[in-house]
C-alpha cells in the first residue's frame, strides 16, 4: 500500500536508532491500537518539525 511509504521509512528509521520496540509507533486507536497521536499520512503530516514532533509523541507513548 504505497500511502503507508512514510510510515515504514519513518520506522526504520526508529528502530535502527532505538531497537525493535519502537515498532508499532503509529499504530493508532482509529485501528485497534494504543497510540492516540497518530491517525495516518493524511491526517498526521504536515510540516517537518510539525510532523516530527508528532512522531516523537507517538514513540515516547509507547514507552
Same mark, same amino acid.
Given at each position: /500500500? &504505497?500511502? +503507508?511509504? +512514510?510510515?515504514? !521509512? #519513518?520506522?526504520?528509521?526508529?528502530?535502527?536508532?532505538?531497537?525493535?520496540?519502537?515498532?508499532?509507533?503509529?499504530?493508532?486507536?482509529?485501528?485497534?491500537?494504543?497510540?492516540?497521536?497518530?491517525?495516518?499520512?493524511?491526517?498526521?503530516?504536515? !510540516?517537518?518539525?510539525?510532523? &516530527? !514532533?508528532? #512522531? #516523537?509523541?507517538?514513540?515516547?507513548? /509507547?514507552?
Amino acid at each position: /500500500m &504505497a500511502g +503507508f511509504g +512514510f510510515i515504514d !521509512e #519513518v520506522t526504520v528509521l526508529l528502530v535502527s536508532r532505538y531497537g525493535r520496540w519502537a515498532c508499532g509507533w503509529d499504530y493508532s486507536v482509529h485501528n485497534g491500537g494504543p497510540v492516540d497521536a497518530w491517525c495516518c499520512d493524511a491526517d498526521s503530516v504536515g !510540516e517537518a518539525q510539525e510532523t &516530527a !514532533e508528532q #512522531v #516523537v509523541t507517538c514513540l515516547l507513548g /509507547m514507552a
